[in-house]
């Protein structure tokens, strides 16, 4: 008879969630470009994560910086264009 320790637990979604707060769909990005490990089917319809997988995948997000995303430049918006000064959007009456 295997032992229980020996087997890799999975978790379903709620559970990564709770473990990795980001977005179902940046989640499924990393997964495409090989950044975050990868989920499989159990069954048709239950998908999964290996526990142990994602838990060096934290451990390493841990040891290694990320650089912060930069701002956007507000100045390159379609709509709501920014406007400079005190009054700049108004015309003068």
Request: some cysteine.
């Given at each position: 008879m295997a032992r229980s320790d020996s087997l890799p637990r999975t978790?379903?979604?709620?559970e990564l969630r709770?473990?990795?707060p980001l977005a179902?769909?940046?989640?499924?990005?990393?997964?495409q470009r090989?950044?975050?490990p990868k989920r499989f089917r159990l069954t048709?319809?239950?998908v999964v994560w290996?526990?142990?997988e994602v838990q060096t995948w934290l451990e390493k997000r841990?040891?290694?910086?990320v650089t912060?995303?930069?701002?956007?430049d507000v100045r390159l918006r379609r709509s709501r264009p920014v406007h400079h000064g005190a009054g700049a959007s108004r015309p003068h009456l």
């Open positions: 978790i379903k979604k709620p709770q473990m990795v179902d769909s940046t989640i499924w990005e990393m997964e090989g950044e975050f048709p319809r239950c290996d526990l142990s841990r040891r290694t910086p912060p995303a930069k701002a956007p």
